[in-house]
């Protein structure tokens, strides 16, 4: 990537469709996970109009015990979908479901007597990526769009611009000169509005409660463009507009296309997936290098074939900028002697097999701060670093 130039990254609201499936698929995985800590959860959820499909694989002893349409109502009304008039809410939505249980040929690598020798549960890679440019050693434009997005539901659930509906998207264009961050060039906000609001009330809401709250003012370039619901009404919103699916934000979920990305997504997954455990853990690694100051961006890659334990290949690309040099084959190294990278191994480091769920499907599943975020520690940056330079 050239040292110079404009990144762009969006995040979406609680309540866009897409991110109602995940919460959904999620909140099932959680209560699956209280039944049975071993379940096996592949569930995957599709809403639209004022319907909620609800399909999958699930081996639990939470079958028959989990009320799959009660738990899917509970969470469009934490989201907000309580009005009728909005063409989707909690109360009178239909809820389908379709779910069998796990392939046996897939179980078959996945549960093994030695808990050690648990082999993943498909193939793939998966990536993780950190950087020095924010104190959640993210990058800036998906950080400062997730931040937006928050703080716009943040508003409407405290009734502070009370014309907001809860489907919402954010976009943010951040300038880089010399490869760091110098100034936000464009803010793009789409929200949800009732119908009797005008322009110009939802521009100046917008700016002074949203923008104003979460930008720095210091970071706003002078020539900044701002683009407010830039088609002039958004009132038509959530699934009763466009149709919602478990696993199609993906970029929203990690690192905003900074980083690159396997292609597998994370909710609705248990964590003997590692589409969903070992991206969780490649963000770990490569968190703890960026900490470690062996780098000022990293990315790790991790690769695995089903029903293998150890992962078939670890890549590191780490960026210095001028600040030393590190080799990235012996920092590989050192990470497959430092991290645990069997999924066993991963499940336990991580303590993945609790309900943890469903917090991480809408805002991003990384960059935050809370306690269940095993991933965001970095806890292991000394020994990393020490490993690394011996």
């Not at 995040?11 to 995940?22: L, M, Y």
């Not at 150890?310 to 190294?333: C, F, N, Q, R, W």
């Not at 430092?338 to 809408?362: C, G, M, N, S, W």
């Amino acid at each position: 990537m050239s040292k110079d130039f404009l990144f762009s990254s969006e995040s979406v609201t609680e309540g866009h469709p897409d991110k109602i499936a995940d919460q959904i698929s999620d909140a099932i995985l959680d209560e699956m996970i209280k039944h049975g800590p071993e379940s096996k959860v592949a569930c995957e959820t599709l809403v639209t109009a004022n319907t909620v499909i609800i399909a999958g694989e699930i081996t639990s002893p939470g079958i028959g015990k989990v009320p799959m349409p009660e738990v899917a109502r509970a969470v469009i009304k934490r989201i907000g979908y309580t009005d009728p008039e909005i063409g989707f809410d909690y109360k009178s939505a239909s809820i389908l479901t379709f779910i069998h249980g796990q392939s046996p040929d897939i179980s078959m690598g996945v549960v093994r007597k030695k808990k050690e020798e648990q082999g993943a549960g498909d193939q793939g890679m998966m990536f993780g990526y950190a950087s020095d440019e924010t104190p959640e050693l993210m990058p800036m434009p998906i950080m400062f769009a997730h931040r937006l997005t928050r703080r716009l539901s943040e508003v409407r659930h405290k009734n502070i611009l009370k014309f907001l509906r809860p489907d919402g998207k954010s976009q943010v264009t951040v300038r880089y000169e010399n490869n760091l961050p110098k100034e936000v060039t464009a803010i793009v906000i789409a929200a949800q509005h009732t119908p009797e609001v005008s322009r110009r009330t939802l521009e100046a809401g917008l700016m002074e409660e949203v923008i104003k709250k979460v930008i720095p003012a210091k970071l706003l370039s002078r020539q900044i463009h701002y683009y407010i619901n830039p088609t002039g009404r958004f009132e038509k919103g959530g699934p009763y507009a466009d149709t919602g699916l478990t696993g199609r934000k993906i970029i929203v979920d990690s690192y905003g296309g900074m980083g690159r990305h396997g292609g597998g997504c994370f909710s609705g997954k248990d964590p003997s997936k590692v589409d969903r455990s070992a991206a969780y853990m490649a963000r770990y690694v490569a968190k703890n290098i960026v900490k470690a100051k062996l780098a000022r961006r990293c990315e790790v890659q991790l690769a695995y074939a089903i029903g293998v334990a150890e992962p078939i290949s670890v890549m590191v690309e780490v960026h210095t900028y001028g600040t030393g040099s590190v080799d990235e084959k012996k920092l590989a190294e050192a990470v497959r002697e430092v991290f645990a990278l069997r999924p066993r191994r991963i499940i336990e480091h991580l303590d993945l097999l609790r309900p943890i769920y469903q917090k991480t499907a809408a805002n991003g599943h990384f960059g935050r701060s809370e306690k269940d975020f095993t991933w965001e520690a970095t806890d292991l940056a000394d020994k990393i670093r020490s490993v690394a330079r011996a």
